[in-house]
C-alpha cells in the first residue's frame, strides 16, 4: 500500500475556481474605488485652485489663468485649465485615466470653464460628470 501525499486534481481545480470567483467579485470593485480616487483629486484640485484665485485676487485684483502666477500644481493625472476674466474665472479639471468626456468644472463670477464637460450649477461648486 502506498502513502500518497498531496493534493488530488479535483481539490486543486477547487481551488483554482473559488480564487477566480473571488477576483470576479474584487476586480470591478477596485476599478469603482479606483475612479472615485481620480474624481477625488479633480474635485482637490479645483478646490486648491480656488484658494489661490482668491489669494491672487486679494493682491492684485484680477484674476489669471496662469498657474505659475498662482503657485498651483495639479495632481498627477490631472489636467486643469483655467479661462479668467474682470468679473470672474473658471477652471476644468479633467483625468488622463478616465474619459475626455468625464471631468470637474467650478466657476466664480461670469466666467464659463474652458473645455469642460459639464456645467455647475451655482458659483463655487464643484460638478463633476459622476
Avoid at 23 to 41: H, L
Avoid at 47 to 61: P, V
Amino acid at each position: 500500500m502506498r502513502d500518497n501525499k498531496g493534493f488530488t486534481l479535483i481539490e486543486l481545480l477547487i481551488v483554482v475556481v473559488i480564487i477566480g470567483i473571488l477576483a470576479a467579485i474584487a476586480i470591478p470593485k477596485f476599478s469603482a474605488t479606483r475612479e472615485k480616487a481620480y474624481f477625488a483629486a479633480m474635485k482637490s484640485d479645483l478646490k486648491n485652485l480656488a484658494s489661490q484665485q482668491e489669494i491672487y485676487y486679494a493682491d492684485n485684483y484680477s484674476y489669471t489663468t496662469s498657474t505659475v502666477d498662482l503657485a498651483f500644481t495639479n495632481s498627477e493625472g490631472v489636467t486643469v485649465g483655467i479661462a479668467a476674466s474682470t468679473s470672474g474665472w473658471a477652471a476644468s479639471a479633467t483625468h488622463s485615466a478616465l474619459g475626455t468626456a468625464e471631468g470637474c468644472a467650478l466657476y466664480y463670477g461670469t466666467a464659463t470653464a474652458p473645455g469642460s464637460p459639464i456645467s455647475p450649477s451655482a458659483p463655487g461648486e464643484v460638478a463633476c460628470t459622476n
